[in-house]
């Protein structure tokens, strides 16, 4: 995961400085460059207009690099980053061009009059996204990832590379997989098979009655006390109300560990 980007100003309640030091510890890790980003809404191009946006996109980026200052960037290249427009829109074209390994989005604030755990944008972009996401709660200081749960239904993967980032953090992290088969209602017979690449990197496997599969990850969430949980991006899967709605309320699910979203696997 060489080219990690980290969208600001999603919310007024997203803790953007503390998510960004906590991107930059992981990229320290992983060898890779930071993308902070903050979207400008260009005026329409006529007249002398052109050198006002670009006006624009110079206040932009210098509004980035005050957020930067006084970070500890440990030697990891933060690249201030404008892009034009709507953010749903601008990073996958970024994405075309840089090739975007991950996205760190931050969970709303623990604040008990908010009941939202992510907000439209970051909601969207979970949904909308071919680009693995990791969510992370406000206030989260790195960590090393040593232990890993990894939530599944069917245990096929047909997406190519759509285990290439867990794999990378095991590799760096030296870190272990319990990979949990949560059978729920409308469980069928073939979800039962495992993926190859799946089976091969889960240290163990054990499986569950479940709901839904948050229901199962909450089950044994206290029974392996990870570092990181990991889930597929699937439209009848662990986010399912996400395709009802963009934002996450805190009713439906809240972590306070990092949650790592991978490219839907069907």
């Keep these: 995961m060489k080219n990690i980007l980290v969208p ?73 980053l404008p892009l034009e427009g709507d953010l749903l829109e601008a990073i996958p074209k970024f994405n ?69 980032p867990i794999k990378e953090i095991l590799s760096t992290f030296g870190a272990k997989i319990n990979l949990l088969q949560v059978k729920t209602t409308n469980f069928l017979p073939e979800d039962y098979k495992l993926d190859k690449d799946l089976d091969e990197i889960a240290s163990s496997y054990k499986s569950s009655e479940n709901a839904t599969i948050f229901q199962g990850v909450l089950e044994h969430l206290n029974e392996n006390h990870p570092d990181l949980i990991c889930v597929f991006r699937r439209k009848r899967g662990f986010f399912a109300k996400l395709w009802e709605e963009n934002t996450v309320l805190k009713k439906d699910f809240e972590s306070r560990l990092p949650l790592l979203v991978l490219r839907g696997a069907d």
């Excluded at 008990?112 to 680009?131: C, M, R, Y």
């Design 8 to 80: 600001f100003g999603l919310s007024e309640n997203s803790i953007s400085i503390s998510l960004l030091q906590y991107a930059i510890d992981l990229a320290k890790e992983l060898g890779g460059t930071i993308y902070a980003v903050e979207v400008f809404k260009q005026l329409p191009r006529s007249g002398s207009l052109p050198s006002v946006n670009k006006t624009l996109k110079e206040i932009t980026s210098s509004s980035i690099q005050e957020k930067l200052h006084g970070l500890d960037t440990k030697g990891v290249e933060v690249i201030a």
């Design 96 to 164: 075309l061009e840089h090739s975007i390994d991950l996205i760190v989005l931050g969970a709303e604030k623990g604040d008990l009059n908010d009941p939202h755990f992510l907000g439209e944008t970051s909601g969207s972009l979970v949904k909308k996204t071919e680009i693995p996401v990791l969510i992370v709660p406000a206030n989260y200081v790195m960590k090393p990832i040593k232990k890993v749960l990894m939530a599944v239904k069917s245990g096929i993967v047909k997406k190519k590379n759509a285990l290439a």
